[in-house]
T-cell receptor
């Protein structure tokens, strides 16, 4: 089946690292994504990882993929108040065009 | 480039009515997907249009239908509205690449309220 699960809330202090976790069920997932949604706005693609990779780093963002456990994480280094938003994990499988989203993790950054 | 645009921004309808939402894709994109995002939930895939055809559909009833025009813009139609159809409707445009897969660019959404 297709399902993506995330914890609902995360609160960190400004300057700390944030780690947002996600699990998915579709073993044929080929691309996994992290999107950010700010209040009143659509979704913005933050980063992605191809299923044959274990890690991807992009400036303050690090994505880790454990394909065996179907676990994906997003680490945000030096978290800023502007990072406060909802973060969605999403997957797409080979030959499919449907992107499956998790329910989102709301990140609160305390100054 | 204006990015993905959607209209209207907000809409209020009553049960049983019909609604049409519109989306213009990002320049150069040929694929449009529609999503329903209920409050506090992630986006749920409704369907995707490519070359004016519905290419894949999510678990939504036939009351939800769509169309893609030759200029790649798209409409989402919902008939016989129910209270549960109240949500943010997101349109995303994309063009497939082997590097990113389905990199989608989202519009700001249309907030539909059904009374």
């Amino acid at each position: 089946g297709e399902d993506v699960e995330q914890s609902l809330f995360l609160s960190v202090r400004e300057g700390d690292s944030s780690v947002i976790n996600c699990t998915y069920t579709d073993s044929s997932s080929t691309y996994l994504y992290w999107y950010k949604q700010e209040p009143g706005a659509g979704l913005q693609l933050l980063t992605y990882i191809f299923s044959n990779m274990d890690m991807k780093q992009d400036q303050r963002l690090t994505v880790l993929l454990n394909k065996k456990d179907k676990h994906l994480s997003l680490r945000i280094a030096d978290t800023q108040t502007g990072d406060s938003a909802i973060y969605f994990c999403a997957e797409i499988n080979t030959g499919g065009f449907k992107t499956i989203f998790g329910a989102g993790t709301r990140l609160f950054v305390k100054a | 480039d204006a990015g993905v645009t959607q209209s209207p921004t907000h809409l209020i309808k009553t049960r049983g009515q019909q609604v049409t939402l519109r989306c213009s894709p990002k320049s150069g994109h040929d694929t449009v997907s529609w999503y329903q995002q209920a409050l506090g939930q992630g986006p749920q895939f409704i369907f995707q249009y490519y070359e004016e055809e519905e290419r894949q559909r999510g678990n939504f009833p036939d009351r939800f239908s769509g169309h893609q025009f030759p200029n790649y813009s798209s409409e989402l139609n919902v008939n016989a509205l129910l209270l549960g159809d109240s949500a943010l409707y997101l349109c995303a445009s994309s063009i497939w690449s082997s590097r990113v897969g389905n990199e989608q660019f989202f519009g700001p959404g249309t907030r539909l309220t059904v009374l």
